[in-house]
């Protein structure tokens, strides 16, 4: 993980894409809209069984740009940040269920 984010930022840096978090965070937001746009165009809008399509690829690449963007904003370590969450993840299936209601 930590090559794809290095990958990312030398990236930004030879072609001038640094921009403020907010922007990028609403970038990820948006292309996150892409890729819910490309799942329901799979699914003729939920009349069909989902029929993958490549564009979902260029889709989900766009999104994972942004995070990755977003997370050396703020030099975070996306390995360290997902194992985090599979740890969260993992303790909420031991209590019965993945969601947060778990943690209550």
Do not use: W
């Not at 940040?81 to 778990?102: M, T, V, W």
Request: hydrophobic fraction near 35%; aromatic fraction near 6%; include cysteine.
């Amino acid at each position: 993980m930590k090559s794809l984010q290095e990958k990312v930022k030398d990236f930004c840096q030879k072609y001038g894409l640094q921009s403020p978090v907010e922007h990028r965070v609403l970038d990820a937001l948006s292309e996150l809209g892409e890729v819910a746009k490309e799942v329901l165009k799979m699914s003729d809008y939920g009349r069909k069984p989902l029929e993958y399509c490549d564009e979902l690829k260029h889709e989900l690449g766009d999104l994972l740009y942004s995070v990755i963007s977003i997370a050396n904003t703020f030099e975070i370590d996306l390995e360290e940040a997902l194992n985090l969450a599979l740890d969260k993840y993992g303790k909420r299936l031991k209590k019965g269920s993945p969601g947060s209601e778990s943690e209550l």
